[in-house]
């Protein structure tokens, strides 16, 4: 039993029941569905809930990493959806998050899961360059594909224009990324270890302005979050914590441009409706850390003014954010997992945010999560 | 010890035929014949390079053709040092770049810059240079028919 108290400002508190991960790795030797079984049968069984009562699962995972044209058919009934109700998104795991919430919310099931699956499957050595060809297949294949578009490109063409306009120097992007990297390194989930900003600044040339160590730390695995109403939450076993708010919103395409300006849009628009449904007034106050996925040092300062902490003193990325690991659609329950760690040690209240990276900061879905602790 | 089979190799090998639509057939039929073709929002009079069908902002359908010069200004800029599997062959330069008179950038190449040192690149390009089509030789209708941009 545990004394489950949300704060009275939140519209529809959503517990946390459980809450797990396959090993993080640079890539798994595992078929797709045995990762997600994996992180669903210990997120169960850390939430003392079996298969049977799960009313909804929504899978996380994108077709043409997993090689399969309907790659949820063999993840299905590993997400807990054998004869049962399921979906599957295609996109990062935030927005699994966020419909399993909602589920609960519209009081349309007690108990949901939501897991987010991530192994492209390519083998090293040239895995990046199979990645990124994934990525220019995400772009307008009349227009961006054809002059070689692609994330790395994006987050190039992005950088770039913050250092033209005078945003920051190419020797603090190396600082942002060193620090970063420093500050999640030798933790468990950590896919790099500690390095300067000297390492930043000689590692690979990747695109433009951007090297290798100012990129996401590629990871690969499975991720898997047990929610459930406040009713059934206080017959939970070990509630870890309790979502408060979420909100999702997408930016703007290519031609557009606003991914250059106001590259963070999507995530200030998916704050706003996360802030609400929170009833947080005043964010930079209120909220005590923040995992964001802030995919180059550039969008860094963007991000997190978008979501309202610029003032204050909440921590920033404490994991190391996507600069320490970065596990592909699975990334936005990673941000919600590191976010809820830390408010199992420090208390209060977190923010999560996620977008896929496929076509970098161009047409991104953000998702936000709020979260408190228990 | 024999070495464990990890994966198996598959190969997917599928031929698209992409749909243009009306407003980018036209488009793309321009490019043909040295024309870049935009086309303007009736509410918010914002002019689009590549064209849309509607404006997703005021959601109602464009009307007005016009042609835009083959020059512009480059907004923001790259130089892709790695490539990726089956695209262009790394380094290779890319901008955002705006028309003259067009309220939306077009993505595209830029050529006839020295990319053999890093240090260099920004003193030979950056926002606010003046850009132009060069147009390749044989024209097809997409959008390789601009064969890349280059300095003015
Ligand atoms: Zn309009």
Redesign the interface.
Known sequence: MSGLNPSAAAQDPIPVLGLAATPLVPESDAVLDELVFDAVSRALREAGIRKQEIGLSVTASLDIYDGRSISSGLTNAASGGYLAQSYRIEGDAGQAIVHAAQTIAAGDADLTLAVGVYNPEVSAPDRRAFLQQISNHGFEPHFDRPVGLSAETAFGLHTGYAVDSGALTEEQLAELAAAEISRGAGRPRAARTAVTSADVAASAPVNGVLRELMLPAEATGAIAVVLGSLGRSRRALHPRAVITGWGQATSDTTAGGQWLTDPAAAARRAGQEAYRRAGLTEPGEQIDAAELTTSTPALLAPTVDALGLAKGDTAINPSGGVASCFPGVANGALRLFEAVEWLEENGGQAVSHSTDLLTGPVAETATVLVVEGV | MSTPI??QR?H?DLN?D?H?GAT?GRF?QGLTEQKILANKCPECSRV???PQAYC?SCFVKTDEWLELPPEGVV??????????????KPP?A?A?IRLDGAS??????VGGLDLGN?NTI?EQI??GTRVRAVWAEERTG???DIAHFEKI
């Open positions: 990890t994966t598959v997917w698209y992409v243009l980018w793309m689009f390079v590549p997703e907004e923001a800029f790259t130089v892709a040092w790695l490539g990726f599997r089956g695209g262009p290779y890319i955002g939306t950038l077009l993505m595209h190449y890093p920004r950056g926002p997409q959008i390789l």
